[in-house]
C-alpha cells in the first residue's frame, strides 16, 4: 500500500469523479484507475461503486476513508515535526541561569524565541554557575547563562554575552554613600560580604584579586550564595560588597552603589553550551541569542557614542 494511492483514493472520495480527480492530481485517468484497482486489492474489498453515471463510496469505503484520512493526517503531522526538529525549531531546551541573566537577560530572549518558535519546549532554572558547568558536562543541561571566568573548559564553547562594571556596595548610611566615585583603598580595613566561592569560584577569585591588587585583605563577615542575600546584609550592615552595578538596580534595599576608579575588571555573563554533538534546536537557540544580544550590545554602544 502506497501513500500515494491513500491521497489519490481520498480525492475521489471528496469529488466522487475520477476525471475531475486525475485533473486535480495532474495523473492520466487509466493511472488513476490502476492505483485504486491496486488499493482496493490490497485491502481486500471494494472501495467504490462505479459506473458510467456516477462513482460511490461503498460501506467499506467509507469506513476506509475516515481511519485513511486521520492516519493522513497523522503521518503529515509526523513529516511536519520531523522536519520542525531537524531545523532547530522544536524540542525541548533545559536552560539554566544565573540570577543577573534571569532578570537582565534570559525571559526576552526565551520569549522573542518562542514566538518565531512555538513548538519547542522550554525548561528554565536558576541554578548556580559551579552547578551548571557540572550538569553541562554530564548532559542534563542544554544551555547555560553563566558568570564568568569558569576556567579552562575544552570541552565548551563560551561566548559572551554580557559585560558590565562592578560597583562598590555600602549601606545608605556609610561614610563613601554620598560619593560617585570611589577607591579600593578607602575601604581598607573594612567588613565585607562575599559571594559563596562553592557556587561561582572564577567570580569569587576575581573579586579577591581586584582587593589583592589593591591590596587589601578582606576581613569578611558573611557569605552567601545569592546576590540578593549579599545586597540585604550589605543593608543589614554586615559588610559591604563589590557587586555587578545591574545587581542594585532594581534592589529596594537601602543601600548605595558606588562607582570604583580602580582599573578593575568587568563583570561577565557567557552563553555556554558542550562542543559534544548537540541537538539542532540547541545550535538554533543560541545562534538567536548571539544575534538578538549582539545587537542590543551594538544599539548599547551607539546611544553611549
Not at 485513511?68 to 503529515?76: C, F, I, K, T
Not at 550538569?135 to 559572551?160: C, K, N, Q, W, Y
Not at 591590596?215 to 550592615?237: C, F, G, M, W
Not at 550590545?297 to 546611544?303: E, Q
Amino acid at each position: 500500500m502506497e501513500l500515494r494511492q491513500i491521497r489519490s483514493f481520498l480525492s475521489i472520495a471528496e469529488t466522487l469523479h475520477f476525471g475531475r480527480t486525475a485533473e486535480l492530481i495532474h495523473l492520466s485517468q487509466p493511472a488513476l484507475s490502476l492505483q485504486i484497482r491496486a488499493l482496493e486489492e490490497e485491502v481486500g474489498v471494494r472501495l467504490f461503486d462505479r459506473n458510467r453515471r456516477k462513482t460511490a463510496l461503498t460501506a467499506a469505503g467509507s469506513a476506509f476513508r475516515d481511519d485513511a484520512a486521520a492516519a493522513l493526517s497523522q503521518l503529515d503531522q509526523a513529516i511536519r515535526r520531523a522536519r520542525l526538529a531537524a531545523n532547530g525549531r522544536l524540542g525541548l531546551l533545559r536552560i539554566g541561569f544565573i540570577s543577573t541573566a534571569g532578570s537582565e537577560i534570559v525571559p526576552n530572549i526565551v520569549a522573542q524565541f518562542r514566538e518565531l518558535n512555538p513548538d519547542v519546549e522550554f525548561s528554565l532554572r536558576a541554578i548556580p554557575t559551579a552547578d551548571q558547568v557540572q550538569m553541562l558536562e554530564t548532559g542534563s543541561l542544554d544551555i547555560g547563562f553563566l558568570r564568568l571566568p569558569i576556567g579552562e573548559h575544552s570541552a565548551f564553547d563560551v561566548v559572551i554575552v554580557h559585560r558590565e562594571p562592578f560597583v562598590l556596595v555600602v549601606p545608605a548610611s556609610h561614610k563613601l554613600a554620598k560619593r560617585k566615585r570611589v577607591r579600593l583603598s578607602e575601604v581598607s580595613g573594612q567588613d565585607f560580604v562575599m559571594y559563596e566561592r562553592t557556587y561561582a569560584p572564577g567570580f569569587h577569585d576575581l573579586i579577591f584579586g581586584m582587593l589583592r591588587d589593591a591590596r587589601i585583605v578582606p576581613s569578611v563577615s558573611q557569605t552567601a550564595a545569592e546576590i540578593s542575600t549579599l545586597i540585604s546584609l550589605v543593608d543589614a550592615h554586615m559588610g559591604i560588597a563589590i557587586l555587578p552595578a545591574s545587581a542594585v538596580k532594581h534592589s529596594v534595599a537601602s543601600v548605595i552603589a558606588c562607582d570604583i576608579v580602580d582599573q578593575i575588571p568587568m563583570s561577565e555573563i557567557g552563553i555556554v553550551v558542550s562542543k559534544r554533538v548537540r541537538a539542532a534546536v540547541v545550535n538554533n537557540f543560541r545562534s538567536f541569542a548571539l544575534e538578538k544580544l549582539g545587537r542590543a550590545r551594538n544599539s548599547l554602544y551607539a546611544n553611549r557614542g
